[in-house]
């Protein structure tokens, strides 16, 4: 699982500044996705995407950036950052479509 | 798009019982419907997984039971040990090309020995 890494782990920031937040994988997945999880809902979608410059949104994807321009990195960029984005931001990628999603170890962000 | 709902939010069971999580999803064309474990602090972990011309599906002490006419799904763990305590989640999804998972709210299992 060492193959999927996140960063930072923990980041704390101000309402209104950009943060971005790293997600690298090792095994040319084509499949990378974000989630975040807060407590009552879950795991919710964020953006995902299927190759190399192919990225759709998910669930909540207002307030978030990705960029996909190399098979292994798919950073998540939070525009200008609120309170309601605390969470905690889960990266996964998985081989072809949805089979076997390997998730990265998370990023805990406080917006204050 | 897919709706994921999962119950019960909180179970807890005696050491050695049976636990039952249970869920439903909207989308008919749903194909592909995994379970995760997350234990405290740790990233989600694919512990059993079932595709839609599949009944049934089981590892050991756990099992996946699907039923596509009624929309739901499954997840039976027998014999529960300490260590069984975690979040669960269930998903659903498209088992094709451009689509990602939606997952249920979670159940956590606390089991005491």
């Known amino acids: 699982d060492a193959g999927i890494t996140q960063s930072p782990r923990y980041k704390i920031t101000e309402t209104g500044r950009q943060v971005t937040l790293m997600c690298h994988q090792t095994?040319?997945?084509?499949?990378m996705f974000w989630y975040r999880q807060d407590l009552g809902h879950g795991l919710r979608l964020i953006y995902y995407s299927a190759a190399a410059d192919i990225t759709d949104k998910g669930e909540v994807p207002d307030g978030y950036v990705v960029s996909r321009s190399k098979t292994e990195n798919f950073p998540l960029t939070l525009e200008s950052a609120t309170r309601s984005q605390t969470s905690v931001y889960f990266c996964a990628s998985s081989e072809r479509g949805n089979y076997g999603y390997t998730f990265g170890s998370g990023t805990r962000l406080t917006v204050v | 798009g897919e709706n994921v709902e999962q119950h019960p939010s909180t179970l807890s069971v005696q050491e050695g019982d049976s636990a039952v999580i249970k869920c439903t999803y909207s989308d008919s064309a749903s194909n592909y419907f995994p379970w995760y474990k997350q234990e405290l602090g740790k990233r989600p972990q694919l512990i059993i997984d079932?595709?839609?011309?599949?009944g049934e599906k089981k590892d050991q002490r756990i099992a996946v039971t699907l039923n596509k006419t009624a929309k739901h799904f499954s997840l039976h763990i027998t014999e529960t040990q300490p260590e069984d305590s975690a979040v669960y989640f269930c998903a659903a999804g498209l088992s094709q090309a451009g689509t990602a998972l939606i997952f249920g709210k979670g159940t956590t299992l606390s089991v005491s020995s």
């Open positions: 095994w040319s997945h084509s499949y």
């Open positions: 079932i595709r839609s011309n599949v």
